[in-house]
């Protein structure tokens, strides 16, 4: 919903891949955006947000790829947010977070 009220068109929710999930695929401005939602309950163990390592950026980047492929898209512009969102139902949306993380 958050993402709905800012603009964007939301294209998949939970996208599974051989490679990983992405939890949003979701469109605006000719943009396509894989980002990934981190819920904390607290900061005893950091922010959602740090939980997102190169291992989960590779494997997203992996399932964009593969996303982008299996639909044949062309001529868009990619990105990777990260939404974080904490117990008292606050959002912190990271946009552009990372860049695509290869091995």
């Keep these: 919903r958050y993402l709905v009220e ?5 294209l998949r929710s939970n996208y599974r891949t051989p490679y990983g999930e992405v939890d949003i695929v979701c469109e605006q401005d000719n943009r396509l955006i894989f980002c990934e939602v981190k819920m904390r309950r607290g900061v005893a163990y950091g922010r959602g947000a740090e939980a997102v390592g190169f291992t989960k950026m590779n494997r997203m980047t992996r399932s964009a790829l593969y996303y ?3 639909n044949g ?3 868009k512009d990619i990105a990777f947010d990260i939404i974080e969102l904490d117990e008292n139902g606050n959002i912190n ?3 552009n977070a990372f860049l695509a993380q290869d091995e």
């Design 73 to 75: 898209i062309e001529n």
């Design 93 to 95: 949306h990271y946009e």
């Design 68 to 70: 982008i492929t299996e």
């Design 6 to 10: 800012k603009g964007y068109e939301v």
